[in-house]
């Protein structure tokens, strides 16, 4: 294999949530290996900015602003990029939200709460997922590449939604796989660890004293690993989560909201 298997030019990548800082960073990686970037997502303003970014990069940048929790406008979307563009080479379900979402007693979770939660970090990928592999199975292949959670591999106190929606991420990840890895499509996901988008320097220090790499993840580190997902280079890479979260799980850093306490050395 030669550095040509990770070149990506001349293919189109639909970026959900591509104005948000992941998101954002993802559409970039993607151009700077010769993506065209469809950004898609909620907020027009944020993905004219990613859409900016990407044009300066020489590559082309189309805007559809799009719910991913309706599923008309996830086909919409779909069946807009191929007539622009007559093609879909990667998708990457980057769009979720934890803001708003309810964390406590099981006896308190509400049914619109759990609704929402799983609607905007599950279903609206497998909405993605199913809008786009009747188009990739058409041109004998393509990347599906998710962005799931450390939260989706292991369990936190009173989280009932966002941990069980992301879990549902990586399980899709491997339905996928599993079910059109012959038509030539490989799904993959990335369960990033730590990574406070909105955290000042102080913050960000304070929370990376607790981690293995001794510092939390940076935004523009998930891009590059979702390029190669997305690239030639991967492709017997098929149905796995990586994660990425600087050996917090190796280091046995879980999110427990339990922290072990070292006792006091005794004294003299």
Known sequence: MNLEAFDLSGRVAI???????????????????GCDIIAAGRREAPLQRAAAGVRELGRRALVLPT??????????LAARAMAEW?????????????????????????DEEWRAGLD???????????????????CH??????????????????DYVYSVAKAGVIQLTRALAASHGRHGICATAVAPGLFPLDADGEERARLGERQVAGR????????????FLA??????????????????????????????????????
């Open 216 to 227: 939390v993840g940076r935004p523009e580190e998930v891009g590059p690993l979702v390029a």
């Open 141 to 158: 292949g393509g990347r599906i590449v998710s962005i799931a959670s450390g939260l989706g591999l292991r369990a936190r106190r009173d």
């Open 86 to 110: 007559g093609r879909i080479d990667v998708l990457v379900n980057n769009a979720g939200s934890y803001d708003g979402i309810a964390a406590g007693s099981l006896a308190t979770l509400t």
């Open 67 to 76: 719910d991913v929790t309706d599923s008309g406008q996830v086909n919409a």
């Open 15 to 33: 970026v959900t949530g591509a104005g948000g800082g992941l998101g954002r960073e993802i559409a970039l990686s993607l151009a700077r290996v």
């Open 120 to 138: 905007a970090n599950l279903t609206g990928a497998l909405y993605c997922a199913r809008s786009v592999l009747p188009h990739m199975i058409a």
């Open 231 to 268: 690239s030639d280079g991967s492709a017997y890479l098929n149905g796995t989560t990586l994660s990425l979260d600087g050996g917090a799980a190796a280091g046995g850093l879980v999110p427990a909201g339990i922290a072990a306490a070292r006792p006091a050395p005794a004294g003299p």
